[in-house]
Every structure is written in C-alpha cells, then in structure tokens.
C-alpha cells in the first residue's frame, strides 16, 4: 500500500533520513525501534507528508505522492497520532473527534456523527463524549489522539510513541485498543520505545540507527539480531 523507495531528507548537511527504503502492506502492523534522534519520527513525517523528502519516491496504492502536501494524504486515508497529545482544550471529547470526521466538508453531519460514536466507542472514550479535553487524564489523552486520527477513516495509522508515559496498566489498555483497530483491518505503523508493547501488536519490526534502516524483518528476529543488539546494548567490553 505505501512504498518508501530510497527516501532521504535532510537539515542542511545532517542526513536525517538516509536512503530507506519500506513498504507497508494492507492492514500490515510494522513496528519502528531505533534509538533516539535515529530519525524515526521524521520517517512518519515523510510518510505524512508534513516533511518532503529531499530524494527518493514515496507511493500509495501505487500512486506518486512524494510531494503530496498532508492535507491531501489524509484524504488518501493516511493519518497520524502525536507521542504529546495536543487537543483542542476548549472543545468537548466528541468537538475534538468530530474536527477529524467530517473530513474538511467531505462528510455530512449526519454520517460524521456516526462516525464519532462508533470511533469513541472503539477507543474507550465514549463515557467522556461530554466533558472538555482539558479534563482528561493522560490515558485518555492518548486515547482521544487516536480518536481524532482514527476519525478521518484511516487505511494506513502512523503512531508516534503513543505509549511513553503511561503506567504498565495503562499501557496493557492502551495495547488492546490498538490491537483492536490493528484487527478492524487498518495498517499501522507504530514508533515506540517501549518495545513489549510493540511486540504485543506488530507482526513486523524495522530498527533505524543514524538515519538507515539496518534490519526489517519477522520481530523476534529482528530483536535478536547481533547488529541490533548492539546499538541497544553495546558491545561487551
Ligand atoms: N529542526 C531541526 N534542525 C536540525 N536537526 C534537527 C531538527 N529537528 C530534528 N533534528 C535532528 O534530526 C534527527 C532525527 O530526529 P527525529 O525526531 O526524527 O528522531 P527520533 O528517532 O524520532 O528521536 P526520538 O526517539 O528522540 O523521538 C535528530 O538527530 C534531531 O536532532
Ligand atoms: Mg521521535
């Protein structure tokens, strides 16, 4: 479905992303590991949109989308959630999730109604519809990011960390939620360093260091790898 062909893009001289090449299949869930400042989150903005690369060719259904603003991604059915949520405060749970549902005009009220309900049901917040964003806790913080991404209809989710911060507990919920639209059929590509978490969801796993992609395969593999244990553990002295 998104095809990443020898994509790279930089800040000035500082090679950020360097030649990845990937591809995300339909309702394929790949995890994304790396250490930080490896250039994950800019590999979601590429994928996004909110970042164009400098070289490369990025495709989705088979379709150039490599200059492609944001906007017109999501149109596509690309959507994204942030590692800090930032709602709008001012609106209630179901305001916040409705922006994402009516899809910049494209969805009437009646059917972008719908669509929230069943998308705050999915995600757990639907007890919260009614109460301003600027009273949820962290959990449902998270939650209601997921929600507004997942309001847009997405065929393809990017989640950046969406796990750092909570408690064990939180994360397990959260985990399921996840698992849950992973199953509904939607292809998710998911950053986080909490790697049991990933584990629980992905059923492929890719490492960035420096910019490349160093393995991308089957994640018990993957993890086990020399090469990747290295950049996690070092090597022994
Ligand atoms: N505006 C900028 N100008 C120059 N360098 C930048 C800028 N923004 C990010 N970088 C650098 O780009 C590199 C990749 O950043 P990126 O945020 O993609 O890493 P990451 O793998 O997501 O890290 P983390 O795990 O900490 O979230 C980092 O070395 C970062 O310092
Ligand atoms: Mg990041």
Same mark, same amino acid.
């Given at each position: 479905m998104l095809d990443l062909s020898d994509v790279s893009? @930089?800040? %000035?001289?500082? #090679? !950020? #992303? *360097? %030649? !990845?090449s990937l591809s995300v299949g339909q309702g394929e869930a790949l995890g994304i590991i790396g250490p930080n400042g490896a250039g994950k989150s800019t590999l979601l903005d590429l994928m996004m949109g909110t970042k164009l690369p400098a070289e490369g060719r990025i495709t989705f259904d088979g379709r150039d989308i490599t200059r492609m603003p944001a906007q017109k991604r999501a149109g596509l059915g690309i959507a994204r959630a942030f590692q800090v949520p930032r709602p709008f405060h001012g609106m209630t749970v179901f305001e916040n999730v409705l922006v994402g549902a009516t899809g910049g005009g494209r969805r009437n009220e009646r059917a972008s109604y719908d669509l929230c309900f069943g998308v705050l049901e999915q995600t757990g917040l639907i007890g919260h519809a009614r109460e301003p964003a600027s009273t949820l806790r962290l959990l449902d913080r998270k939650r209601l990011e997921l929600a507004r991404a997942l309001a847009t209809k997405p065929r393809l989710l990017l989640l950046d960390e969406v796990a750092g911060g909570l408690t064990d507990m939180e994360c397990k919920s959260l985990i399921e #939620?996840? @698992?849950g639209v992973s199953a509904s059929g939607v292809a998710i590509v998911w950053i986080e360093h909490i790697v049991h978490a990933l584990l629980a969801v992905v059923n492929r796993l890719c490492v960035i260091d420096q910019g490349a992609q160093i393995a *991308? %395969? *089957?994640?018990?593999?993957v993890i086990q790898a020399d090469k990747v244990r290295e950049i996690y553990m070092g090597t022994p002295a």
């Open positions: 893009f @930089r800040y %000035g001289t500082l #090679t !950020v #992303t *360097d %030649g !990845v #939620t996840i @698992r *991308d %395969g *089957d994640p018990q593999e």
